[in-house]
């Protein structure tokens, strides 16, 4: 009589298992520790866009902003970076992160 064995065994879906553990326990550290970077990263370019904004405001409306107005007037969606962190506009036009959370 002949067998017609199709299909994957115990043991060959145990060891395919074991792989993509490993590779999940070798990927997840890597990706969160690159998180905090990204993120800070993001914030370096919202800062950027910030000030590109704030120019923008100021040659259309002929005064420096402040965050409010910039999100009022549409220039911007929030006053957050990324990472979580309050922007600020300072007096010489130059954004930067709230200090002390």
């Known amino acids: 009589m002949i067998r017609n064995e199709k299909g994957f065994t115990l043991i060959e879906m145990l060891i395919v298992m074991l792989v993509i553990t490993v590779l999940l326990l070798i990927m997840i550290p890597n990706i969160v520790s690159h998180n905090k970077a990204i993120r800070n990263k993001g914030c370096e370019a919202f800062l950027n866009t910030v000030e590109a904004q704030a120019q923008v405001y100021e040659i259309e409306k002929g005064k ?7 999100i009022e007037g549409g220039y911007l969606k929030e006053a957050k970076c990324p990472n979580g962190t309050e922007i600020t506009i300072n007096a010489d036009g130059k954004a930067s992160e709230v200090s002390g959370g």
């Open 64 to 70: 420096k902003p402040t965050m409010n107005e910039l």
